[in-house]
Each structure stands twice: as C-alpha cells, then as structure tokens.
C-alpha cells in the first residue's frame, strides 16, 4: 500500500525565514496531494492542495511543489509568522479511493518571534 | 453549514466497556472516513463510509471495532471492551464523492480509556 515520509520531524526558524517541508511517496498511482495544519488540540485543517496534474500552486505565502518523476512533494512557507506554529501533515490518495489520505508523520513547525 | 460535527468531543472509558463515538458529516457529503491519532503521532486511516456500506475498511483493527453509516443519522464507530491502548483522539471526515474532493475534519473525540 501507500507509504508517506515526512520530513523533518521538528522545524524551528525566525519570524520572516521562510519554512520547507519534504514529503516523498511511494505509490506512483498516487494523484491528489493535500497539506494540513494541526494546532494543538485541533482538527486538522486543509491549507493547500496540489493534484499531479500540475507541478506548483501558490497562494498567498504558502506553495506546494510537485515532482511526479520523483515521488516527492514539499510546502513552502515564506515570511512565517509566530501563528504559523503548528503540527503539518502530508497526505497522499489516489483518484479511486476517494478522501482516504494516506499521512505523513507530520512536522512540528515553531516560528520564534 | 455547521461542518462535521462530532460527539462526544470527550469520552472517557473504563477497560472492557464499549465506546460510541458518532460523526454527522457536512451537508450534501455521503462519504465518510475515520482516523485515528495517537498522542504525538499522525493520522492513521481506519475506514472510509458511504451511507449504508464499507468501501474500505483496511485499516481497522480485526477485533472489537467496528463501523457504520446508516441510511439516516450519524456514522458511527464502536470500540468494544476498550483497552488502555484504544486511548486516542479519533477523527472523522467527509467529503462530496470519490474523485479527490478535498475532506473536511471533525473536531474529534478524544477517547481516554482508565
């Protein structure tokens, strides 16, 4: 089945960096790539989404890259800000299966002021 | 629209009785998944819904789980004779149809069994 590796596990940067998480996929049939953000003790909260016909999409500060050839996906954060603080997951699903997401192990983001 | 509503958000269980956590998913969605996060980790896939019939249930334990998402009221997802183990926060989704439709979360329940 699926296999989704997020990395890196814990991400600290300064107010204004900008902030890059890694996923890479293992199921090449794969084509619907979602981003989450989890504050803490929350649901789960869709931020960006990417399908595998497209290699980028942007909005506002957040982008999300696509490299099918590879099977891996990554988030950009720029100009973070300290409410970007949270838990984001990676997920991975395939167009006849409907919304089951398959999840990364999530990263914890800290932006320090 | 209220979203997907999910209760109880808190539920707390002795060892060996049986937990009910219920999930009404967002107007106009009849598909329907479960998840469920263990503390400090990610969300596992348990079973995915649509009204009165599993599509996929790949991910839920063999024993003492179970779910259902009849043709009127809620999903349902039971967890007999709870162990220290099944503590977690379970979430459930829904979502239009099958073709990659974005899904939107519960605010989930956080079982802790004692």
């Known amino acids: 089945g699926e296999n989704v590796e997020q990395h890196p596990s814990t991400l600290s940067v300064q107010e204004g960096d900008s902030a890059v998480i890694k996923c890479t996929y293992s199921?090449?049939?794969?084509?619907?790539f979602p981003w989450y953000k989890q504050e803490l003790g929350k649901r789960p909260q869709l931020i960006i989404d990417?399908?595998?016909?497209?290699g980028e999409k942007k909005d506002q500060r957040i982008a999300v890259t696509l490299n099918k050839t590879a099977k891996h996906f990554s988030l950009h954060i720029t100009e973070t800000q300290p409410e970007d603080s949270a838990v984001y997951f990676c997920?991975?699903?395939?167009?006849?299966?409907?919304?089951?997401?398959?999840f990364g192990q999530g990263t914890e983001l800290s932006v320090k002021p | 629209n209220a979203g997907v509503m999910q209760n109880p958000r808190h539920l707390v269980r002795r060892r060996g009785q049986e937990a009910r956590l219920r999930c009404s998913p967002m107007k106009g969605h009849s598909h329907v998944y479960w998840y469920r996060q263990l503390p400090e980790e990610g969300l596992k896939f348990m079973v995915y819904l649509q009204k009165e019939n599993i599509i996929d249930e790949s991910g839920m334990p063999k024993e003492r789980f179970s779910a259902e998402f009849p043709k009127e009221g809620p999903s349902i997802l039971r967890i007999q004779q709870v162990v220290r183990g099944d503590s977690a926060a379970y979430f459930c989704?829904?979502?239009?149809?099958?073709?990659?439709?974005?899904?939107?979360f519960g605010q989930g329940t956080r079982l802790t069994v004692v």
């Open positions: 989704a829904s979502s239009l149809g099958q073709k990659n439709t974005e899904a939107f």
């Open positions: 990417i399908r595998s016909n497209v």
């Open positions: 997920a991975a699903s395939k167009g006849n299966q409907g919304g089951k997401l398959i």
């Open positions: 199921d090449s049939a794969s084509n619907y």
